[in-house]
């Protein structure tokens, strides 16, 4: 063989290996992710082929389905409202919220063997989907989108005792079932109505942080609710703005229970200030103000950034830390039951492949955040719920907030309403109402 012929069957045994290594590689190592990638066409005609499993409210509504018939089945979202928690799947737009989250169970790929799953594939005959329960109360999350209406903000209701999230609502939202057809209008619309507010956007909590700051303030012995405070009325500083009290408290001097009942801030400046850097820290680790909230569909938190050089900014609620509507939701449920921060739950129940429904468990724990007798007093301090305002940084614009819990004794409901460049009267006004709403369930 000439040396010519010779780099040429060279060159063709190089190409074939790569080829070889190729297909090896998209055939067997990257079998799953191509299988699981919502444009494959092979799962598009497997979507419309086999029934997509439903998914539940608590009660049995359901709040996602398929419509039609094998080979033509397509999504359908009763309630398209609650798009922000239940997402959409889309062959265009892959997937979000629960449809994305779920999408093992939801397609029926979960908790089947590799051979099982291979076998249907070849036969055509993949696995039946299969159905979900969330913790959702439809009629209360109906009454929270209700309450809500026009305004941009969001609203996060939990059980106490459990932590199964009984409503999210986040405005303005958009319709699912017709996703396709508006996608570009709703990725160009400046209000952002695919964000989940409720659980994915960053909000300064402003005076939002008083209650665990005095609670935290009265169990580690530094003051007591009738402690005088001549200069309550003082207005906080933050950068070229100014924060006072929420409610003109007159020239009479306030207590410290008189001036958190005011929404005043100064107050908690001089408090953090005195429980020091490492507490202040401490105490919103307790809160899991830095984790992002388990709970199956995407969630997050504020980096853990130091506060040492701005204590007197973080205990106000202006410094660096931010919040979602849900972490200030599972605190006030942390003060209706005696200081322990709940475990939150979204989905509770899942179908098995044999058709039995297994519980869902919780993906973290409950924690003591604070003792039950400095959490009782506050909480006592609180019967109507606690109105809130914090400062973006940018001139006119404001952020209110208001939380609180249903009834005082053996709360069923814990709440957080957040409204961008709203009141926090606006604000208190919604979570009564949808507070209220719960009072017949």
């Known amino acids: 063989m000439t040396p010519q012929l010779r780099r040429l069957a060279l060159a063709f045994a190089a190409a074939f290996a790569l080829v070889a290594l ?20 092979r799962r598009v005609l497997a979507e419309r082929r086999v029934k997509r499993g439903t998914i539940y409210d608590r009660n049995g509504a359901p709040l996602a389905y398929s419509v039609g018939e094998p ?14 928690v239940l997402g959409y799947i889309s062959a265009f737009y892959g997937s979000a919220g629960v449809e994305a989250a779920a999408d093992a169970v939801l397609h029926g790929d979960a908790g089947r063997d590799e051979l099982s799953l291979w076998w249907g594939d070849l036969l055509g005959a993949p696995p039946p989907g299969r159905d979900m329960r969330l913790s959702i109360d439809l009629r209360l999350q109906m009454a929270a989108d209700e309450a809500l209406g026009d305004h941009t903000g969001a609203v996060a209701l939990v059980d106490p005792a459990t932590g199964e999230i009984l409503a999210l609502a986040s405005h303005p939202t958009y319709d699912p079932n017709h ?25 300064q909590p402003g005076g939002a942080l008083q209650p665990i700051i005095l609670a935290a303030a009265l169990q580690a012995g530094l003051t007591q609710l009738d402690a005088p405070y001549p200069s309550a009325a003082v207005p906080i500083i933050v950068g070229d703005l100014r924060l006072g009290c929420l409610a003109a408290p007159g020239s009479r001097a306030l207590t410290l229970a008189e001036a958190f009942q005011h929404g005043c801030p100064r107050p908690f400046a ?7 850097a490492r507490a202040l820290d401490q105490l919103f680790k307790d809160f899991r103000f830095y984790e992002a909230p388990a709970i199956v569909i995407p969630t997050t938190a504020a980096p853990h950034l130091e506060t040492t050089s701005q204590v007197p900014l973080a205990a106000v609620g202006q410094g660096a830390l931010n919040l979602t509507p849900l972490h200030l939701a599972l605190a006030a449920a942390a003060i209706a039951r005696g200081g322990e921060l709940p475990a939150p739950r979204l989905v509770i129940a899942e179908q098995q492949p044999d058709g039995d429904w297994q519980p869902f468990a919780s993906l973290s724990h409950p924690i003591a955040a604070l003792a039950p007798e400095y959490a009782d007093q506050v909480k006592a301090l609180i019967a109507e719920g606690h109105q809130a305002l914090a400062l ?20 069923r409901y814990a709440i957080a309403v957040l409204l961008e460049d709203g009141s926090p009267q606006e604000a208190a006004k919604i979570g009564r109402e949808v507070l209220t709403s719960g009072g017949e369930r």
Not at 72 to 79: C, G, I, L, S
Not at 191 to 197: F, I, S, T, V
Not at 270 to 276: E, P, S, Y
Not at 395 to 410: H, I, K, M, R
């Open 179 to 203: 996703l396709e057809a508006e996608w570009e209008a709703l990725v160009s619309d400046p209000r952002a109505p695919l964000l989940n507010r409720a659980t994915f956007a960053l909000y």
């Open 270 to 276: 001089d408090l953090g200030q005195r429980l020091g």
């Open 22 to 41: 190729t297909t090896g590689y998209w055939a067997f190592v990257a079998q799953d992710s191509l299988t699981a990638r919502l444009d494959n066409p």
């Open 392 to 411: 973006t940084g940018q001139e006119g614009q404001s952020l209110a907030w208001y939380s609180g819990f249903a009834p005082l004794d053996e709360a």
């Open 71 to 84: 080979g033509e089945f397509t999504r359908y979202y009763p309630y398209p409202d609650l798009a922000p």
